[in-house]
Structure formats: C-alpha cells, structure tokens
C-alpha cells in the first residue's frame, strides 16, 4: 500500500479533520516533551474511539508502516517520538470516563483522561495516588506507558500498582484485555512501563483509595542537601512513612519561588516538603515528631501549612519546579536517575563536580524518599557546543546513578534518550531477555520501534517459536 493510500484510508476511519499531513500540522507533533529530539512523521491519526484506534493500527499493519502511541506529549524521555514515513497515533480524543465504582474502589477511563480528572471524577470520597508534576495535563495512556509515579509515589506506589485491567490493540490489530488477577504470567505488568513498544492501551481500569482523614503538610528549610537528607534518613529510620517526601536544592528554589512566590526562603540551600496522611490521631503525634527530626537534622526554619490553600501554595512551588527553570536559563535538560538513599550526598557532590567541570548550572528537584533524582541541566541553546555539553553532562549523571548503585530511570522511561545507557545497566543476556518479550507482542517491530534498546533488534533474529504469535499460547484471549 502507498503512503497517499495509507492516509486515504486513514481519513476514512477517522475522519478527514482528524488525518493530519499538512508540514505546519506535523511540526506540532514532532516531538514530546524532550525537546531535543525531533521528527516529522508520515501522518498524525486522531481516533474518536477505541474500535477506531483498532481500525489505524490494523490499516497501518496491513501497510507494514511503524506506528507510535502519544497521549499529551509531556514525556521526557522522548518516547512519543515519531517514526519517520511512520503514523503517529494521538489519543487526544479519547477522553472519556466510562464507568465509576467506588463500592469496589475503581475506574475505567479512556487513555486520553487526564492524570487529575481520575481524582476529580472520584472525590470527595476518594483519589488516584500516582500524580507526576504534569498531573494537570498528562493524560493516563502516557501514565501507564511509562509506569509513571509522582510525589506521593513512596508511600502509594507508582501507575502499576494501580492498574488492574487493561484493553489492549497489539501492533497487528489484534485486541486482548490483560487481567491483574489472571492466573499464570503477570502480562499486565509486563505491559504496564513498556513504553508503547507491546501495544496500545484503548481502555485503562484502574484502583483508587479513600481520602485520608488527615493530611498534615509542612516545609522545612536547610543549610544544604546534605542536612536535608540526613533528616529524610531520619524521618524513614523512625518508621515513619510519609504520604510524601521531596526536596529542592538552592538552584530549584529559586527558580520555582520566583514563579509563585509562596514564600520560601531564598538563602536555603534545600527545602525538604512532608506531607503526612492517614488517621488524625496517628498523623498529629507522628507531624510532631518529624518537625522534631527536622529540627534535630539543622533545620533553619520550619513552615507548617494551616489551611488547605497553604497546602497547595506548598505543592504549587515544588511543581512549578521544571517550568520555572526557565528564569534560570533558556533551555534546560531534564534527566531522571534512582539512587540509593543513603548515597544521596555522594551522587550531589558527583553532579556538582560535573557541573563545575563543564562549565553548566544544574538544579536538584527529587522525590527524596526513593531516590529518585530529577536534575536539569540549565544552557544557552543559543551558544554553540553548549547543547552538546548539556546533553553530555546529563549522561554522566545518569552513568553516576548506576555506578551508585541506582538506575537509569525511575518514572520517565528510556525512550529513545536513553536507550544507550541500557548496557550501562544490563547485560547482553538480559536485554536479549526483554528482547524476546517485546517480540512476543509484537513480532512485526511495527509498535515504536527504535525506543528502549540500545541498537536496532529485529524479531526475525530471535531464534524458533518467538517468529509466531506466542500470546495465544499464553492463553490471552483475543477481544473483538
């Protein structure tokens, strides 16, 4: 089938306003939130519907053209990054809320829902804890696809610890639903974090919790990290688990206070944010008893939010973190590494060695609690070799966590940006290993190609059986 015939019968599934081919239309789809890396595909497809995202992928295998899933394009590792002469398939419009249960606690959403409006269509009662800083706009298909997590992820858990069935359209249009209670092998969590490279999700089922009954939250200021940090080894060293638990460095605090000025200190080297929740009895003797630990750790100044709007003024900072990078510098690189807690002074003094070295700022924003590093890489894309510069300053720090014991990634995948720090992290086995399971989904290698491993991998060069399709022997039943 020809590319021109390919988007005739696009536009005739879709619609011919929802096939966009025009050059100033792609341009808008041309990359996702690592704007570094861009490309122009085919054609971008705007489905209405769950059977009309079936009928692209199934239009696009019969044409054997690579195909690319994106949600609200806020993805940081340039995994909604589209294939060249390839379709990208956007779930904008698939916003819908198909049923709530709060008797049993869940809801099924379309993939194009928004991370927030989970929370909004189940609350007063209830809320969805997963809540990445582009909750507002990031939509839960991306969630799921990069096993996204947030600020409430250490004591919650991330997207996968929420999702409990999925409907999915595998990459030559078959349909199947994944069960978290199935019995045999877990293919729903092996789906959960495969970054669109084993399908596209058409209908997400996921958990959601009560509301606790309390919610105590405060900010508390330090010298430098390294106070800040020997407070959270403290706080989880008392058995306490904090509903939340993220720090700033000096560089992040700035930044973020000039574009809410909530109030935080500006000669503080850290701002470490606890957020408490649970029963009110429990959460008001353990609030005292981490005001104390922040204080025993040399905390300069302790702010305990007394309403609500002071709640959120609180998070507002910490959020706006990323977007107001943009007083500090024009452009910025935005990494995503995991640490071991304990080792969080060392890897601050690493990436502040390397930021001397080459010459570049580098801010600090992290969910403190799982060592989940956040640094941003400020530069002046306007400057020649200092993009080059960022983007292997960035690497180092990403090679850092690893030689420290972390990986390479906590919640914004791999995509295409880091895919070749994979054999940092993994041997040849292993990613033979992840390989084989890609090949089981999707034997074709239609489904974002070119993301996750680090070199080109074709499924014909897996021996025998993984040729097939393997999912019927796993007793994964087709949905029509």
Same mark, same amino acid.
């Given at each position: 089938?020809?590319?021109?015939?390919?988007?005739?019968?696009?536009?005739?599934?879709?619609? /011919?306003? %929802?096939?966009? @081919?025009?050059?100033?239309?792609?341009?808008?789809?041309?990359?996702?939130?690592?704007?570094?890396?861009?490309? @122009?595909?085919?054609?971008?497809?705007?489905?209405?519907?769950?059977?009309?995202?079936?009928?692209?992928?199934?239009?696009?295998?019969?044409?054997?053209?690579?195909?690319?899933?994106?949600?609200?394009?806020?993805?940081?590792?340039?995994?909604?990054?589209?294939?060249?002469?390839?379709?990208?398939?956007?779930?904008?419009?698939?916003?819908?809320?198909?049923?709530?249960?709060?008797?049993?606690?869940?809801?099924?959403?379309?993939?194009?829902?928004?991370?927030?409006?989970?929370? #909004?269509?189940?609350?007063?009662?209830?809320?969805?804890?997963?809540?990445?800083?582009?909750?507002? $706009?990031?939509?839960?298909? *991306?969630?799921?696809?990069? +096993?996204?997590?947030?600020?409430?992820?250490?004591?919650?858990?991330?997207?996968?610890?929420?999702?409990?069935?999925?409907?999915?359209?595998?990459?030559?249009?078959?349909?199947?639903?994944?069960?978290?209670?199935?019995? *045999? %092998?877990?293919?729903?969590?092996?789906?959960?974090?495969?970054?669109? @490279?084993?399908?596209? &999700? /058409?209908?997400?089922?996921? #958990?959601?919790?009560?509301?606790?009954?309390?919610?105590?939250?405060?900010?508390?200021?330090?010298?430098?990290?390294?106070? &800040?940090?020997?407070?959270?080894?403290?706080?989880?060293?008392?058995?306490?688990?904090?509903?939340?638990?993220?720090?700033?460095?000096?560089?992040?605090?700035?930044?973020?206070?000039?574009?809410?000025?909530?109030?935080?200190?500006?000669?503080?080297?850290?701002?470490?944010?606890?957020?408490?929740?649970?029963?009110?009895?429990?959460? @008001?003797?353990?609030?005292?008893?981490?005001?104390?630990?922040?204080?025993?750790?040399?905390?300069?100044?302790?702010?305990?939010?007394?309403?609500?709007?002071?709640?959120?003024?609180?998070?507002?900072?910490?959020?706006?973190?990323?977007?107001?990078?943009?007083?500090?510098?024009?452009?910025? %690189?935005?990494?995503?590494?995991?640490?071991?807690?304990?080792?969080?002074?060392?890897?601050?003094?690493?990436?502040?060695?390397?930021? /001397?070295?080459?010459?570049?700022?580098?801010?600090?924003?992290?969910?403190?609690?799982?060592?989940?590093?956040?640094?941003?890489?400020?530069?002046?894309?306007?400057?020649?070799?200092?993009?080059?510069?960022?983007?292997?300053?960035?690497?180092?720090?990403?090679?850092?966590?690893?030689?420290? *014991?972390?990986?390479?990634?906590?919640?914004?995948?791999?995509?295409?940006?880091?895919?070749? %720090?994979?054999?940092?992290?993994? &041997?040849?086995?292993?990613?033979?290993?992840?390989?084989?399971?890609?090949?089981?989904?999707?034997?074709? *290698?239609?489904? +974002?190609?070119?993301?996750?491993?680090?070199?080109?991998?074709?499924?014909?060069? $897996?021996?025998?059986?993984?040729?097939?399709?393997?999912?019927?022997?796993?007793?994964?039943?087709?949905?029509?």
């Amino acid at each position: 089938m020809s590319a021109s015939a390919l988007v005739s019968r696009l536009e005739a599934l879709c619609g /011919t306003n %929802y096939v966009l @081919t025009h050059p100033h239309a792609l341009s808008t789809y041309a990359s996702d939130g690592l704007a570094q890396y861009h490309q @122009t595909p085919l054609a971008v497809a705007r489905p209405g519907t769950a059977e009309e995202v079936h009928a692209v992928v199934l239009a696009c295998f019969e044409a054997g053209v690579p195909w690319v899933a994106r949600g609200a394009g806020t993805g940081l590792s340039g995994g909604a990054l589209p294939v060249a002469e390839g379709v990208l398939i956007a779930l904008s419009r698939l916003r819908r809320i198909l049923a709530v249960d709060l008797d049993d606690g869940c809801i099924v959403v379309e993939p194009g829902v928004t991370n927030l409006a989970i929370s #909004r269509a189940v609350s007063p009662t209830h809320f969805y804890p997963p809540d990445p800083s582009s909750q507002i $706009v990031c939509s839960i298909g *991306g969630n799921v696809a990069e +096993n996204s997590g947030g600020a409430h992820c250490f004591k919650y858990g991330f997207t996968t610890n929420y999702v409990i069935g999925l409907e999915v359209v595998l990459s030559d249009g078959t349909v199947i639903e994944l069960d978290r209670d199935a019995p *045999g %092998y877990d293919l729903l969590g092996a789906f959960v974090g495969s970054e669109g @490279t084993l399908g596209v &999700a /058409t209908r997400i089922r996921l #958990r959601v919790v009560p509301v606790p009954e309390s919610v105590r939250t405060l900010v508390a200021f330090f010298e430098d990290t390294s106070a &800040a940090g020997d407070a959270v080894t403290a706080i989880v060293s008392a058995g306490i688990v904090p509903g939340a638990i993220e720090m700033m460095d000096r560089l992040s605090i700035k930044a973020a206070e000039q574009a809410t000025h909530a109030g935080y200190r500006l000669d503080a080297g850290a701002a470490l944010i606890v957020e408490l929740d649970g029963p009110h009895d429990e959460c @008001t003797a353990r609030f005292e008893h981490v005001m104390t630990l922040c204080s025993e750790a040399g905390a300069r100044d302790v702010r305990v939010a007394q309403s609500e709007e002071e709640r959120a003024l609180i998070w507002k900072t910490r959020k706006a973190a990323f977007a107001a990078m943009g007083r500090i510098a024009p452009a910025y %690189y935005v990494q995503d590494g995991v640490i071991p807690r304990t080792r969080l002074s060392e890897v601050l003094g690493k990436i502040d060695e390397l930021a /001397t070295e080459y010459g570049l700022q580098v801010a600090n924003v992290f969910h403190a609690g799982d060592g989940n590093l956040h640094p941003l890489v400020c530069y002046d894309d306007a400057r020649d070799g200092e993009p080059e510069r960022a983007e292997e300053l960035a690497g180092l720090i990403v090679k850092a966590c690893v030689d420290f *014991g972390g990986s390479i990634t906590g919640e914004h995948g791999v995509g295409i940006d880091k895919k070749r %720090y994979m054999p940092d992290m993994f &041997a040849e086995p292993d990613l033979e290993a992840f390989q084989r399971l890609r090949c089981a989904f999707d034997p074709h *290698g239609l489904a +974002n190609p070119g993301k996750v491993m680090p070199t080109p991998r074709l499924c014909g060069e $897996v021996p025998g059986p993984y040729r097939e399709h393997p999912l019927e022997r796993a007793g994964v039943a087709e949905r029509f």
